[in-house]
């Protein structure tokens, strides 16, 4: 059999290529076998988002995990992957499973861990997961409607359980008055039914069943969303822009003008509202790809911050063991204090969102005050795909040390916590990273102009290909 590893975000493979029910049962058995060594009593909970095959993923793990007597609950349709880790520490399970691969293209299945507090699972459970995954399972599992006639599988409303903790946490009636209107894309992913039950006043786009994306990999980044962002432009007046990917834990947003907001702005966002507007404190942790203008504020106000490497289960396992106020990553995950410690692109939303209600101002208003802390800046990034020996011979040359200079751009100093960046100034950077979850080149960079960042990156890039 072949070896199955889990990558920066679970384990991720090709639909009935790698990522077969054969397979998936392997994986489930290794879960099993983890969650059984650990204290009784033993319980999991088990859902998918809107892929091809989630639900018949969902039902073969759902059964392994009841073949070892393990209580499992499992999703009553396609859910989040914040529904599956809020269920998971609901339900005090030892472990939670969503059957999701995220943004990955519309080919991709995938294979998450959730632990009990209510994220992802930490690096020591996964790689103890993974050492577990035997050839083949020595358990055969019977039916379904036969474990749950014997009380060991439950279906469960996760979907709900997410809903009422959102109504707890939000003063909706106040967002739904604000008098601005929100146009949704759901990139036909796990969100399309909660944001609409939540929000009054929206455009919906994408908010309906369709396994293949339409083809688009669901990743809420500028390129992918054109019909948003044209909505917003064409718009009837004050409209803001949010979008989630296919399990719905990251986001994008648009302001008024149909802007993008990326990641490393709705960071700065978050931190400004709840440090300065609503007097929280805390830690503030990032991947090594977010903004470095993430430590210039929390400088300002006076907040420890860390980075961690690339992977939301090393900020996760942070924010189980330390008071931290926002956690978040550079491909839009992003987690805050007072919700679990799991990114969630609803719930960001909806915390910029009370923002503009709150204060009665524009997203342009609000990212001017961010601005005016930590200077203007813009990031793009490039995913290249390359010949696996060119791939490879790149982050040999970056191991090496062999590049001094991008064309113009020349090096001052170099950071190698997870993937090569290099400083050129204060303000402009490139960072080079094989992907963890997909088979292409990361290429990042931060400048303080649009047009500066591109022109860094395509010359990066153009030395990048003339690689030996």
């Known amino acids: 059999m072949s070896a199955i590893k889990f990558g920066t975000d679970g384990w991720r493979a090709i ?39 989630g639900e018949l993923f969902a039902q073969t793990t759902a059964r392994m995990l009841c073949a070892h007597d393990i209580k499992t609950y499992l999703a009553e349709s396609f859910v989040s992957t914040p529904m599956v880790s809020l269920a998971t520490r609901h339900h005090a399970a030892n472990m939670g499973i969503v059957i ?56 469960t409303n996760m979907e709900g359980l997410y809903l009422d903790h959102v109504r ?41 069943y369709n396994p293949s994306f339409k083809g688009q990999a669901p990743e809420p980044l500028d390129r992918n969303l054109a019909e948003l962002a044209s909505t917003i432009r064409n718009g009837p007046g ?27 702005h709705i960071i700065l966002l978050l931190i400004h509202y709840l440090h300065r507007y609503k007097k929280m404190n805390g830690k503030v942790v990032v991947a090594f790809s ?98 696996d020996s060119l791939k490879q011979q790149i982050i040999a040359n970056c191991q090496k040390g062999l590049y001094k200079s991008f064309g113009r751009y020349h090096i001052l100093r170099t950071e190698d916590l997870d993937g090569f960046k290099y400083h050129f100034s204060n303000d402009e950077w490139v960072m080079i990273r094989p992907s963890g979850t997909e088979p292409l080149l990361r290429v990042y960079g931060e400048a303080p102009s649009r047009q500066g960042v591109r022109d860094m990156l395509q010359t990066v890039k153009q030395v990048l290909l003339q690689s030996q």
């Open 100 to 155: 999701t691969a995220s943004h990955n293209p519309p080919s991709y299945n995938g294979y998450k861990l959730k632990g009990s507090h209510g994220g992802p699972s930490s690096p020591s459970v996964v790689a103890a997961v993974e050492a577990l995954i035997p050839d083949k399972p020595d358990i055969t599992p019977v039916s379904l409607q036969a474990y749950e006639a014997g009380g060991l599988l439950e279906y």
């Open 238 to 264: 004050h409209v803001v822009g949010l979008a989630t990917d296919g399990d719905a834990d990251r986001l994008g947003m648009y302001d008024e003008s149909g802007n993008f907001i990326d990641a490393h």
């Open 290 to 387: 977010v903004s470095d203008k993430v430590k210039k504020m929390c400088l300002k106000y006076g907040l420890p911050v860390e980075v961690t490497p690339i992977g939301f289960k090393h900020i996760s396992e942070k924010m189980v063991k330390e008071d931290v106020l926002v956690g978040g990553e550079e491909s839009g995950g992003i987690a805050v204090k007072g919700h679990i410690p799991e990114r969630d692109g609803i719930w960001d939303g909806l915390l910029l969102l009370e923002f503009m209600a709150y204060t009665g101002k524009t997203l342009q208003q609000l990212i001017q005050e961010v601005y005016d802390i930590v200077g203007a800046f813009s990031f793009e990034r490039l995913d290249l795909h390359l010949d």
């Open 168 to 208: 707890r946490h939000f003063d909706l009636d106040r967002i739904n008055q604000a008098g601005f209107i929100v146009a949704y894309d759901a990139m036909y992913g796990a969100g399309q039914r909660v944001v609409p039950l939540l929000l009054q006043n929206t455009i919906l786009l994408h908010c309906d």
């Open 15 to 53: 639909i009935a290529d790698d990522f077969t029910v054969a397979n998936v049962q392997r994986v489930a058995a290794a879960t099993a076998r983890w969650i059984v060594q650990q204290p009784a009593p033993h319980a999991a909970v088990v859902g998918h988002d809107c892929r091809f095959g």
